[in-house]
């Protein structure tokens, strides 16, 4: 069985006399580095010249230098700025890796697929919450915690494990139970579930969904609300209890239903396509994509991105969620109506 780690497991010590220089302040950047610093770790933040970023972390009362700069000054420097641009950070910083000290990531896609090569003599971990990076900081402020998973592809001090913990425990993931996998597993399960389940599969069920009842005649207002609105509260049932609380709570008719023909539609040739798709994750095929679509400027990504915002769903949903109170777009707490 995999191995959990909560609080009482760990040992902040190993963090004690030891500089974080966190490079970038988005996401994940400002939570690791306002976390760790209520933690009473010492935080520096790295970013570039003229960063859009240096004002807010300067409000919040932190060091801010450049990333060369604070990787100098840091025996754990954690590479938080996007995954295309970590390779060219990296190559500032890579001067100042000393004997000893930790490069951290929150996601292993740079060092899995050789985009960065570490020297032996760093420790290289990875600290990757399971959860947006605004949670991140939100669930430490409330006393809550992130779950979070630990791996660690080279340790060359013996301590990296410890180091890392003592990581995930000042970003207050050790809170919600830290889970130990590698580079290489959190790497392909992230990659295949965006691409298969959480981001690709979800939004292009939505979206056959909805243009099969439109193309059918049906009002766009009424397939936007039973193939994208209803789906919020299956997935919630889901979240806390589990498949069988979500068939517990629809009705028998939308259960029947719903077990007699959810295999048709994700049928045996969708299950063929979900392990190809895990091929190219596992070759590297969609990681060498995704890299050459950068290197060209993103011609693709741009154009298949501006279709997804024209889709009629889109100024539909739109339209109603202006529309209804129970929107969170009017910062009240949602009131979510029905399950169907
Ligand atoms: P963001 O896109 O939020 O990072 C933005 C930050 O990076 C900004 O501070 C930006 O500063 C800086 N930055 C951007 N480009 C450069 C550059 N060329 N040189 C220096 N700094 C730059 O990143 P995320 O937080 O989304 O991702 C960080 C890491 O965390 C990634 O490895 C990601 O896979 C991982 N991760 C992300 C999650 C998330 O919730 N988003 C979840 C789990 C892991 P500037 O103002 O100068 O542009
Ligand atoms: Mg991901
Ligand atoms: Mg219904």
């Known amino acids: 069985t995999t191995q959990i780690y909560y609080e009482d497991d760990v040992d902040e010590s190993y ?33 570039r010249e003229n960063s859009s970023s240096r004002k807010a972390a300067e409000e919040e009362g932190l060091e801010v230098g450049t990333p060369a700069e604070v990787a100098a000054q840091a025996e754990i420097i954690s590479v938080l700025v996007p995954d295309t641009v970590q390779p060219a950070v990296y190559e500032e910083i890579e001067p100042h890796l000393e004997e000893g000290d930790t490069l951290q990531f929150a996601h292993g896609l740079n060092i899995h697929y050789n985009q960065i090569t570490p020297p032996e003599h760093v420790d290289v971990t990875m600290v990757a919450p399971k959860s947006p990076g605004h949670l991140v900081r939100r669930n430490y402020v409330n006393d809550e915690g992130t779950p979070g998973l630990l791996a660690v592809y080279q340790d060359t001090t013996g301590d990296a494990v410890q180091r890392g913990l003592a990581y995930a425990k000042a970003i207050g993931c050790a809170r919600a139970g830290v889970l130990e996998t590698t580079f290489q597993e959190e790497v392909e399960t992230d990659l295949f579930g965006e691409q298969v389940v ?43 209890g589990g498949l069988s609380e979500m068939w517990d709570s629809v009705s028998d008719t939308a259960e029947y239903g719903g077990l007699t023909r959810g295999d048709r539609v994700i049928d045996d040739n969708a299950r063929e396509n979900m392990e190809e798709i895990l091929e190219e994750v596992q070759s590297g095929e969609f990681a060498r994509e995704w890299i050459l679509e950068n290197q060209a400027g993103r011609p693709s990504y741009t154009q298949i991105r501006q279709a997804e915002k024209d889709h009629d769903i889109e100024e539909v949903g739109e339209r109603l969620r202006d529309l209804y109170s129970w929107s969170e777009s009017d910062g009240e707490e949602d009131e979510t109506p029905e399950v169907p």
Do not use: R, W
Not at 34 to 41: C, D, F, I, P, Q
Not at 220 to 226: I, K, R, S, V
């Open 198 to 240: 959480l981001c690709g599969g979800v939004t292009s069920l939505v979206k056959h969904g909805y243009e099969t009842l439109v193309d059918a005649g049906y009002s766009p207002e009424a397939a936007y609300f039973e193939c994208m609105n209803e789906l919020k509260l299956i997935v919630d049932l889901m979240y806390e």
């Open 15 to 47: 963090l004690e006399n030891t500089t974080v220089a966190v490079l970038g302040y988005g996401s994940q950047g400002h939570a690791h580095a306002l976390n760790m610093k209520e933690s009473g770790v010492d935080v520096l933040v790295g970013l």
